[in-house]
């Protein structure tokens, strides 16, 4: 494997070094596990799209080993490399050897977002992220104008005339997601304790997310309804924040270990039998509380029985079994294709259930597409932080669902499904995408589809 000089930069030609610090590095032991043997490149995103070695996960773990050394600086040459990985995880699945790639990427982050200076702009841009969608009740301040600029027209001057595109990419990509903001955007309607349909067989806890809540209420109600139906007593601490997703995933540790500090306060004294989640990415980051509060004395164990009763609600419902009657969706057969979201499917392991549950329902028909294990380009914030790598992920992803010839997308993740519609909007085409849970809600409920 051949590394580029200009790409390192030698210590030697260097005035200031700058490395990883001694608090949690990438852990030696973990990174030489990788034998190098590529396994991980076809699965990688990034590596497909800008096909550099050092855009793969073997080529980011000889980063990782090089700054440890300190053969390698961290510095603009280097934590690019880094920035480019979506952190999807397909390259845990794929590799025969068992690299835990997500724990290094983690710590990795955490490394960089501490050591590495980065641009004003960037800096700016992320301060931007980070104040507001992991807090919803200022999120929900936003949306008044937000509110207006699509209402009263201004959305398709800006698209049309691409200005803000060529004013700020970023900033025209965050745009470009932006989905419609209706007037429940600014509700609240769940109330605090939902009782179970029938014969009590759980009670359960309810999180609502952060983009969930204010963009996809309709999914949120949804899960309620389906775990009602199904005997689950349905409690919804109104304490409750961001699940930390998107700060963790980006390395920013303080403001991860606060929302999950609040989180597991939220849910104190509720005795509830699990924490049901039905958003991909913050499944994911809850059930890695016990990881990201470890060196917390006061949290550690909290976090860890925490995390241990988290469950997906699709994982959940198959787990525990469906005991509403189901109807068909459509008066002829139904043809879906899920969507695999990646945390769900390489961070969680999830991925028969959703299929299980869905082929349950009458009349449905389960087309696969080809890829399912790439990533849309999502990915978090990704698609916001590299809009380039993420059009073209999201272009071929919705080229192969759209190529199953499925009538309707299943997607059960917020992120994946504001990726897809807008590229679906970009290609002229017109099809239905829901999550998962709401074709159960609409098959409990008799209620069919207008396709």
Known sequence: MQISEDSVNKKATLKNWTGFDANHPPEPKLIDTCVHCGFCLATCPS?????????????????????????IP????????????????????????????????????????RNYPRTLPDKLFRQ????????????????????????????????????????????????????EVTLKSFQDNLPDIIPAQGQKRYRVGVILGCVQRLFFSDVNEATVRVLTANGCEVVIPKT?????????????????????RQMIDSFTNTDVDFVIINAAGCGHTLKEYGHILEDDPEYREKAQEFSAKVRDVQEFLATVGLTAKLSPLADKPLTLVYQDACHLLHGQKISVQPRQLLQQIPGVKLREPIDAAICCGSAGVYN?????????????????????????????NPGCTLQIRKHLRLQDKEISIMHPIELLDHSIRGMKLEL
């Open 384 to 412: 916001l932080m590299q809009p380039e790598v993420a059009n073209e992920l999201g272009q071929q992803k919705v080229w192969n669902l759209l190529n199953t010839g499925a009538e309707l997308i299943a997607s059960a």
């Open 240 to 260: 409750q924040g961001c699940c930390a997703a998107l700060p963790e995933h980006q390395g920013q540790a303080e403001q991860a270990k606060a929302l999950a």
């Open 128 to 179: 931007l992220i980070f104040s507001l969608f992991p807090n919803p009740d200022v999120l929900r301040i936003l949306l008044i104008p937000l509110f207006f600029y699509q209402k009263l027209g201004l959305q398709k001057l800006v698209r049309g005339t691409e200005l803000l595109k060529r004013l700020s990419p970023r900033l025209a990509a965050m745009e470009s997601i932006l989905p």
């Open 74 to 113: 961290l510095n603009q040459a280097t934590a690019q490399h880094f920035d480019t990985c979506l952190g999807c995880l397909a390259c845990v699945t794929a590799c025969p050897s068992g690299v835990q790639y997500d724990k290094l990427i983690s710590a990795t982050r955490h490394q960089v977002e």
């Open 47 to 71: 590596y497909r799209v800008l096909g550099k070695e050092m855009d793969s996960p073997r080529g980011r773990i000889y980063l990782m080993d090089g700054i440890n050394e300190g053969e």
